[in-house]
Nanobody
Framework: QAQLEESGGGLAQAGGSLRLSCAVS????????MAWFRQAPGKEREFVAG????????NYADSVKGRFTISRDNAKRALYLQMNDLKPEDTAVYYC???????????????????WGQGTEVTVSS
């Protein structure tokens, strides 16, 4: 059974930075699509950034492009999200997601992912 565990959330000021990590077990990490989603209070879960199964393709939501960077370390079985120039609208619970068979064109769709972490909360103050 796959397990995903996020860490690194917390409180940051606008303009600041945070780095989220996701530790993965029970899954062939190197050939799984990996992504970060977030969900703000009262809103639907939304795609933030993701890697294709091969890791050769990365995609970002327009709202974070140029500020956030997704990376993965296959040897450590870890996914990261470096978040710079944080804004109050980035406040949300951030989730790590994984799937073994998702196609690249479906990376942005939460319902395509089989495995999820419990989430880590990020709060950005103005």
């Amino acid at each position: 059974q796959a397990q995903l565990e996020e860490s690194g959330g917390g409180l940051a000021q606008a303009g600041g930075s945070l780095r989220l990590s996701c530790a993965v077990s029970g899954l062939t990490f190197s050939t799984s699509a990996m992504a970060w989603f977030r969900q703000a209070p009262g809103k639907e879960r939304e795609f933030v950034a993701g890697f294709s199964r091969t890791g050769g393709y990365r995609n970002y939501a327009d709202s974070v492009k140029g500020r956030f960077t997704i990376s993965r370390d296959n040897a450590k079985r870890a996914l990261y999200l470096q978040m710079n120039d944080l804004k109050p609208e980035d406040t949300a619970v951030y989730y790590c997601a994984a799937d073994r068979s998702i196609i690249t064109s479906s990376l942005r769709y939460a319902n395509q992912y089989d495995y999820w972490g419990q989430g880590t909360e990020v709060t950005v103050s103005s």
